[in-house]
């Protein structure tokens, strides 16, 4: 067996691995791209216990970041101030030395050069983004600047913008960049903790008795004991007692599954019943919650990131922009200025300024900012900027039913009372359930007692698999399910055709019987979520369809998809199931998965985009899904798509609006009315236009 040091070895080989595997098939583009994504892999797959380091590396990574933009922006802002006293004509008498230095080759620099290790590191895989044209911009502004330091050009005397240009626009998207790391990071560690479900050993019947063995050593055909109140360790068949089984960390059933021998269970439920014993069917590699993990992870495999708006033009802008600052030198040189070669030079640096992308490169990164800012303050946690753009083209919406679409917490709905009146019928039915700890009997007990203090009870026992039975005031009282309740007296048929009524709206139907006579019936069921009709209405309204996809029983997810108005319904699901039904919805169009439980873990990752319930369920829903309600309001799934839509306009109103002032300085610049810094300052407005269209998100979430 392997020691915890051996395995925290393994896993930082597999870390080591995974990162060399990362930087092979160029999912990153930068240096801080490349930490960023080996902190991720680290927080992956360490323990919850070493997770903190991981935090502390993003944490220092970050301050790195924000110390050289400050820097950066310092140096810019000091090299504007000086610009006017570095010229000769100006009579301060700064030093030679200063006016041949300018301070901006900090911002140069600093955010200059990762722009251009990550250029050369895209084209050596043959792959143009929009930091080649940046990087071209900056180089051609370096060179304007040394041939005018030279006296190549404008007689020596430098006017020192053509440096400030070159740092104004390495910091621009040295700035964007920031910003859509910070949007579009998330932590994926909930992944690790779905082998914790299970536990590490299982009870196995041998010839000696009962020794506790580690799962990964039970064969196949051993038998295991599952002691009430037990995790069930291993996947199998109940060949030996009966029992109820807390399934809904897999089915998410909130009603506890009745077992006897015959019955399948899995590892990682909960018995809570009598003891059972159960015959190994699967290994621990190949049991349910082992799936479930890897599943998981091969659905998050088939997740892209969120691609710049810039970068999938830069294959069409690059080039363009290249041909059009070679024919503005050619049309000036020859046309326009006369044969003046530093006009021509001037003018076709010019035109690789103001032709610079940083406006279409912040496009995305502001409005997705503002999309996450607008959901925060709504209790909406959006954890990707790739959310809202996936949500946005989203044409089906499918909904876990137990924890989503209704609250995920079983109640009494209605008391019916046969040979007892009602008030009688609430305080013997909760004494008596009193004495169990069964979901439905808690259910029962609390809403009993909401009434008035309950009758004493004693000699009471449980029933396994149908209810309990005690005394109370001196009679004997039995609670059970009302199939059994046939086998312990007599049931009219105007009140079997009631209770059939009830099941078949998806409630759960208890008689009460006392001294041998019906007393009367109980029904209980998950009561639906608030809003998730409203839900459902408004994003019809939208074109957008609803499903259902939940491992309640059909009866039981029909009267709910009914009360909710959906109409495809898929029931009785197990995870992979669910995952499969996620991919076939796919091929009609975008889909967003809305779910709270683990179950719903693959379908959740394997989904265009995934909701899941902050408040209820486990982290690993919540940590896989791409948007979590903090507030549980399922309203704001409708909201959040209606949102998503305006972000995705507002990028496209960016990126139309950062092009149309590109093509005017264009024609501004051919006609010599623009120079770098001239063009510089226009598309700097550009950008800042488009970070303030972007803030009005901030103000349209409805």
């Known amino acids: 067996m392997k020691t915890k040091q051996d395995k925290t070895e393994n896993c930082r080989r597999e870390e080591r691995q995974a990162a060399v595997e990362s930087c092979r098939r160029g999912k990153t583009e930068s240096r801080r791209h490349k930490e960023n994504a080996d902190a991720e892999s680290c927080c992956r797959a360490k323990p919850d216990g070493v997770k903190g380091c991981c935090a502390g590396e993003k944490e220092k990574s970050k301050r790195a970041t924000l110390i050289i933009l400050g820097v950066s922006l310092v140096s810019l802002v000091v090299s504007f101030v000086l610009s006017p006293f570095t010229k000769s004509e100006s009579g301060v008498g700064i030093p030679k030395f200063f006016r041949y230095a300018d301070v901006a080759w900090v911002a140069v620099i600093l955010c200059g050069a990762p722009i251009f290790v990550s250029a050369l590191a895209n084209l050596g895989k043959k792959k143009i983004t929009s930091g080649v044209l940046i990087s071209v911009a900056i180089l051609a502004c370096v060179v304007l600047e040394t041939l005018t330091l030279t006296n190549v050009l404008n007689g020596g005397d430098p006017d020192h913008g053509n440096i400030f240009a070159a740092g104004e626009i390495a910091f621009l998207m040295a700035l964007g960049e920031f910003i859509e790391e910070v949007t579009v990071a998330k932590a994926r560690s909930g992944i690790t903790r779905l082998m914790a479900l299970a536990p590490s050993v299982a009870k196995i019947k041998t010839a000696n008795g009962i020794v506790e063995t580690p799962v990964s050593e039970v064969k196949i055909g051993s038998v295991a004991?599952?002691?009430?109140?037990?995790?069930?360790?291993?996947?199998?068949?109940?060949?030996?007692?009966?029992?109820s089984v807390d399934e809904q960390i897999l089915t998410g059933e909130?009603?506890?599954?009745?077992?006897?021998?015959?019955?399948?269970?899995?590892?990682?439920?909960?018995?809570?019943?009598?003891?059972?014993?159960?015959?190994?069917?699967?290994?621990?590699?190949?049991?349910?919650?082992?799936?479930?993990?890897?599943?998981?992870?091969?659905?998050?495999?088939?997740?892209?990131?969120?691609?710049?708006?810039?970068?999938?033009?830069?294959?069409?802008?690059?080039?363009?922009?290249?041909?059009?600052?070679?024919?503005?030198?050619?049309?000036?040189?020859?046309?326009?200025?006369?044969?003046?070669?530093?006009?021509?030079?001037?003018?076709?640096?010019?035109?690789?300024v103001v032709f610079c992308p940083c406006a279409l490169a912040l496009a995305t990164p502001t409005a997705v900012a503002a999309g996450l800012g607008a959901g925060t303050r709504r209790g909406v946690l959006i954890k990707s900027g790739a959310a809202l753009e996936a949500l946005a083209k989203v044409k089906t919406v499918a909904f876990d039913k137990t924890g989503t679409l209704t609250r995920g917490n079983v109640e009494v709905r209605g008391?019916?009372?046969?040979?007892?009146?009602?008030?009688?019928?609430?305080?013997?039915?909760?004494?008596?359930?009193?004495?169990?700890?069964?979901?439905?009997?808690?259910?029962?007990?609390?809403?009993?007692?909401?009434?008035?203090?309950?009758?004493?009870?004693?000699?009471?026992?449980?029933?396994?698999?149908?209810?309990?039975?005690?005394?109370?005031?001196?009679?004997?009282?039995?609670?059970?399910?009302?199939?059994?309740?046939?086998?312990?007296?007599?049931?009219?048929?105007?009140?079997?055709?009631?209770?059939?009524?009830?099941?078949?709206?998806?409630?759960?139907?208890?008689?009460?019987?006392?001294?041998?006579?019906?007393?009367?019936?109980?029904?209980?069921?998950?009561?639906?979520?608030?809003?998730?009709?409203?839900?459902?209405?408004?994003?019809?309204?939208?074109?957008?369809?609803?499903?259902?996809?939940?491992?309640?029983?059909?009866?039981?997810?029909?009267?709910?998809?009914?009360?909710?108005?959906?109409?495809?319904?898929?029931?009785?699901?197990?995870?992979?199931?669910?995952?499969?039904?996620?991919?076939?919805?796919?091929?009609?169009?975008?889909?967003?998965?809305?779910?709270?439980?683990?179950?719903?873990?693959?379908?959740?990752?394997?989904?265009?985009?995934?909701?899941?319930f902050a408040n209820l369920g486990?982290?690993?829903?919540?940590?896989?899904?791409?948007?979590?309600?903090?507030?549980?309001?399922?309203?704001?799934i409708s909201a959040l798509k209606r949102f998503a839509d305006k972000v995705l306009k507002t990028i496209k109103f960016n990126i139309v609006m950062s092009m149309t002032i590109n093509v005017a300085a264009l024609v501004l610049n051919l006609f010599g009315l623009l120079n770098p810094v001239l063009g510089a300052l226009i598309h700097n407005c550009s950008s800042v236009l488009v970070v303030l269209n972007s803030a009005f998100l901030l103000k349209r979430w409805q």
């Open 225 to 243: 004991v599952v002691m009430p109140g037990d995790t069930v360790g291993v996947d199998g068949l109940v060949i030996s007692g009966t029992t």
């Open 254 to 352: 909130s009603i506890p599954a009745d077992k006897k021998p015959g019955d399948y269970v899995f590892g990682g439920t909960q018995n809570l019943g009598g003891a059972i014993e159960v015959e190994v069917t699967k290994t621990s590699d190949e049991s349910t919650v082992a799936k479930l993990k890897k599943m998981v992870e091969e659905a998050e495999g088939k997740k892209a990131p969120i691609s710049r708006t810039a970068d999938r033009w830069a294959a069409y802008i690059v080039p363009g922009a290249i041909i059009l600052s070679v024919a503005v030198f050619v049309l000036t040189f020859f046309a326009f200025a006369k044969n003046d070669l530093a006009e021509a030079v001037l003018r076709g640096i010019t035109m690789l």
């Open 415 to 612: 008391v019916y009372p046969y040979a007892a009146g009602a008030e009688h019928l609430r305080a013997v039915a909760g004494a008596a359930e009193s004495l169990s700890s069964h979901p439905l009997a808690k259910a029962i007990t609390k809403y009993c007692a909401s009434f008035g203090a309950l009758p004493s009870v004693k000699n009471g026992r449980a029933l396994v698999g149908t209810g309990v039975e005690a005394e109370v005031d001196g009679k004997k009282i039995t609670v059970c399910r009302f199939d059994a309740a046939a086998a312990i007296a007599e049931i009219p048929p105007e009140i079997q055709a009631a209770a059939a009524a009830h099941i078949g709206d998806g409630e759960t139907v208890v008689a009460v019987i006392e001294d041998g006579t019906l007393a009367g019936m109980l029904t209980l069921t998950d009561g639906v979520r608030p809003g998730a009709d409203v839900c459902v209405r408004e994003l019809a309204a939208m074109g957008v369809a609803s499903a259902m996809i939940t491992g309640d029983n059909r009866r039981s997810a029909e009267a709910v998809a009914r009360l909710v108005g959906i109409d495809a319904v898929y029931a009785q699901t197990l995870p992979g199931d669910k995952l499969k039904i996620i991919n076939g919805l796919k091929e009609s169009g975008g889909v967003c998965m809305a779910g709270d439980g683990v179950n719903d873990a693959p379908a959740l990752a394997a989904a265009d985009c995934s909701i899941a």
């Open 618 to 636: 486990s982290d690993i829903a919540v940590e896989t899904a791409d948007i979590a309600l903090m507030n549980g309001d399922i309203k704001n």
